[in-house]
Nanobody, 119 residues
Framework: QVQLVESGGGLVQAGGSLRLSCAAS????????MAWFRQAPGKEREFVGA???RGADSVQGRFTISADSDKNTVYLQMNSLKPEDTAVYYC?????????????????WGQGTQVTVYS
């Protein structure tokens, strides 16, 4: 069982940066694929990036995913933010490293943190 708590969202001007954090509790942090998804109003949830034993996988060149295993925390550094990045950002954990861009692979989800980018 894994519990995930996101933080770090907020209101930011276009071109700015934010760093989201996802604190994980429970056993086996290093065994999970940790990912970030986002969901904008009226849109489907979409993959942002993931970190597994294979390394980092990101669909956004402006975003970087990293982890601190001592703190059981995963981060999403977002730079050069755009209004279209506005969404609720979710942290997720999966006990697999296959098809990690698919949300159905993830068993554990955080509550989400709102990111709003204004121009």
């Amino acid at each position: 069982q894994v519990q995930l708590v996101e933080s770090g969202g907020g209101l930011v001007q276009a071109g700015g940066s934010l760093r989201l954090s996802c604190a994980a509790s429970g056993r086996g942090f290093g065994s999970y694929t940790m990912a970030w998804f986002r969901q904008a109003p009226g849109k489907e949830r979409e993959f942002v990036g993931a970190l597994s034993w294979r390394g980092a996988d990101s669909v956004q060149g402006r975003f970087t995913i990293s982890a601190d295993s001592d703190k059981n925390t995963v981060y999403l550094q977002m730079n050069s933010l755009k209004p279209e990045d506005t969404a609720v950002y979710y942290c997720a954990a999966a006990y697999t490293d296959l098809h990690i861009r698919q949300s159905y692979r993830y068993s554990y989800w955080g509550q989400g943190t709102q990111v709003t980018v204004y121009s």
